[in-house]
């Protein structure tokens, strides 16, 4: 008798018939089984059927795949996938439109699974549809069905893009041209156009011919938020794509279309909450708009560059009122000198030296310049009042100048590709066209201000700067909607405001170090962790959606996992879109027992941050990436959709498993309940001691209603 590992009980259905209840011997070839289940019902031929899931995506069952099958599971027989496959195919070629219809929407489902889109595939089944497209023949459902099994099919990646025609794709840009066009057409076709420019180095030339900036900048102003994310992640691909010397071209023409007001008043002003996706596009935006800084950030300022070296005779002048120049030489070169030392910089006999130095190289004089001539008054209040200050108060303008551009290309990633799990744009930053040049000149006086609250002198200088970017990061965190609302979030972070944040955190993390302090603490810990652990798994037993790792981001799959209530029991399954709210476990196919579980892993040593395709994610993925090892040989792979689920998954899985929680969110929550629960119990002792016989910890915890904001 084969080991009860290797046996699977499954239910397997037939039309018009009553369901097979079978035990599979997982070490038994599947097409063995298949004929057994064809005997129950007296159906002959059984290498023309196959098994498949009858619920969720409806896979198809493989020799690779048919470990993934869990006791419970339904089946369903069909036919198999190259019989499928070449039925499909005749059927799409038919003349009945009735017949066609029918057939496209199947095809459209089936596309997605990998076994049948191989047979679909090796019998020229994307050169079908594609003539189909070229045809024009084809409207309505019928060719939004074609579309979307044209771009399941591609997206297997199992033919390459550029066997793609011209004709073809001048068919889909012509849908994306149109000014009246079926949504559902309309979204296949941007998905295919961005698939095609991200794909293929030869199909961006293409694309970028066929479809003009201002069509994309149309399908913003419409009321579909899908629309708009599709549209915008096209020019995402193409500006990602676009040559570096095409990509300043680019920003202009967006510029001239005003792509950011349309952006700003139709989504992010909009009446509909900002999707994921559509945060995660504008995040893109965002970050492709800031990397255009990137070649100035990298530019060295040339000494000997007199059209260079103007610019700062510019801020001199600006600075001073033009003041005559003596005519002699010497008098001259020590009136600049002086001058300079006064603008801060820190070589007065040259300070084009100062701009030699990369990151942030010619980007921080084209800062000091916009601030110089869009905001004067300022520049020059700035500049004269350091230069009547004690020397050493005085706050070094151009070396701080410097510096922040500096801090702030570093703050926002100036020269980083987009990370793919990220949502974090910044809604004040749609809100200028020049909003890099305003952002620095906010916080250019923030900088100033808090030299003045500090009294700092040079000596200082670092400290200042790290309080400048503490205050710059605390802002951002709070997502001001317009730089006004920055600066009224900067405002209330005051120095003294600073420093009283630190200090509390510092309690919170610190307390005391006295023997009786660090006695109380060592006796509080174990009941805090214990609240710690309910939490967690209190919190995976709500369960928490992840989204399925692909090619695509935009129909995104969407997976729900959740722990039972009496902690035995992983449950699991796929959904069609993000859930609102708690999903119940009978909506969930699957589980994994919680005794079945090894071990949980965590980022490069995930089975799925090792496949080849894996090897492309990004940093932040593989941070929030983890694994539920499990009997027999199998796991469970996760991307958590943010810092948070990470911790609270993987220290709830290993509360589950009875092992340390290690997460820095861990660290961070015992030392502020500990620190709670001390000042609860000093509150009324003014010096404390802990007696030799110390009294009895009590045995229930205590109880605190606590939520997080991490990350």
């Known amino acids: 008798m084969p080991p009860h590992s290797d046996i699977v009980k499954v239910a397997i259905e037939w039309p018009g018939a009553n369901a097979q209840l079978i035990e599979i011997d997982q070490k038994k070839p599947l097409s063995s089984i298949i004929r057994e289940v064809c005997d129950g019902w007296s159906l002959s031929g059984s290498e023309q059927f196959a098994l498949r899931y009858a619920d969720g995506p409806q896979l198809y069952i493989t020799e690779q795949s048919r470990s993934e099958m869990k006791n419970g599971t339904i089946l369903r027989l069909a036919i198999s996938p190259a019989r499928a496959a070449r039925q499909l195919l005749d059927r799409i070629q038919s003349h009945g439109i009735d017949a066609r219809l029918e057939a496209l929407k199947e095809l459209a489902k089936l596309s997605a699974d990998p076994t049948f889109a191989t047979e679909f595939i090796n019998m020229e089944g994307i050169g079908t549809l594609a003539r189909l497209v070229e045809s024009g023949t084809h409207f309505g459902e019928m060719l939004a069905f074609t579309l979307t099994a044209f771009l399941e099919l591609m997206d297997h990646g199992i033919v390459s893009w550029d066997l793609i025609s011209l004709s073809f794709i001048k068919q889909i840009a012509g849908y994306v041209n149109q000014p009246m066009v079926d949504v559902s057409i309309l979204q296949r076709s941007l998905a295919i156009l961005e698939s095609m420019v991200l794909n293929s180095h030869s199909l961006y030339h293409r694309v970028a011919q066929d479809i003009t900036v201002g069509q994309l900048i149309g399908h913003l102003q419409v009321s579909n938020q899908e629309i708009q994310t599709y549209a915008i992640a096209l020019i995402n691909a193409l500006f990602l794509k676009a040559p570096e010397d095409r990509r300043q071209e680019m920003a202009s023409t967006l510029a001239q279309k005003h792509l950011r007001s349309i952006i700003l008043n139709h989504v992010i002003r909009g009446n509909r909450p900002i999707k994921a996706e559509m945060a995660h596009q504008l995040y893109v935006l965002q970050v492709l708009t800031f990397n255009l800084l990137e070649e100035r950030m990298m530019t060295k300022m040339d000494p000997s560059d007199q059209a260079q070296r103007d610019i700062i005779f510019e801020l001199r002048r600006i600075a001073f009122d033009g003041e005559n120049d003596p005519s002699g030489t010497e008098k001259r070169k020590a009136m600049y000198t002086k001058d300079y030392k006064m603008l801060g910089f820190t070589n007065h006999v040259n300070p084009a030296m100062d701009f030699t130095q990369t990151p942030p190289g010619m980007l921080a004089l084209d800062n000091m310049l916009y601030l110089a001539k869009l905001h004067q008054d300022t520049y020059i209040r700035i500049v004269l009042e350091n230069s009547s200050r004690e020397d050493k108060h005085e706050c070094p303008f151009g070396r701080c100048a410097i510096e922040l551009t500096r801090m702030l290309c570093e703050i926002l990633q100036v020269g980083e590709l987009p990370n793919e799990g990220c949502n974090d744009y910044h809604p004040m930053f749609f809100t200028h066209d020049r909003a890099w040049e ?274």
């Not at 796929?574 to 919680?594: A, F, N």
Request: glycine share 4%; aromatic share 8%; charged share 30%.
């Open 438 to 711: 305003e952002f620095f000149c906010v916080c250019i006086q923030l900088l100033n201000k808090t030299w003045k609250e500090m009294r700092a002198t040079a000596e200082d200088f670092n400290k200042v700067m790290q309080v400048v970017r503490e205050q710059i990061t605390r802002a951002l965190a709070m997502k001001p909607s317009s730089l006004d609302h920055l600066k009224g979030k900067l405002r209330g972070l005051s120095y003294s405001e600073i420093l009283r944040l630190r200090q509390s955190e510092r309690m919170s993390q610190d307390d005391f170090q006295s023997p009786p302090i660090i006695e109380l603490r060592e006796r509080i810990q174990p009941e805090i962790l214990e609240l710690i652990k309910q939490q967690r798994l209190n919190r995976l037993c709500e369960g928490s959606c992840f989204r399925k790792l692909g090619n695509r981001r935009r129909q995104e799959k969407f997976w729900f996992c959740r722990l039972s209530l009496n902690h035995k029991v992983l449950h699991y399954g796929d959904l069609d879109e993000s859930p609102q709210g708690e999903v119940p476990l009978e909506l969930l196919t699957d589980k994994i027992p919680v005794s079945d579980i090894k071990s949980v892993v965590t980022g490069k040593d995930c089975p799925h941050m090792k496949e080849k395709s894996a090897l492309k994610q990004n940093k932040e993925v593989l941070e929030l990436a983890f694994s539920v090892l499990h009997d027999p040989d199998e796991n469970l792979n996760f991307v958590a959709p943010n810092k948070y689920e990470y911790c609270v998954w993987t220290d709830g899985l290993c509360a589950l498993l009875g092992r340390e929680m290690g997460s820095d969110l861990t660290r961070s929550d015992l030392d502020t309940l500990i620190s709670m629960e001390m000042k609860l119990r000093l509150l009324d002792l003014e010096n404390i001691a802990i007696p030799e016989t110390p009294p009895p910890v009590p045995k229930e915890p205590s109880t605190y209603n606590f939520t997080y904001n991490y990350g």
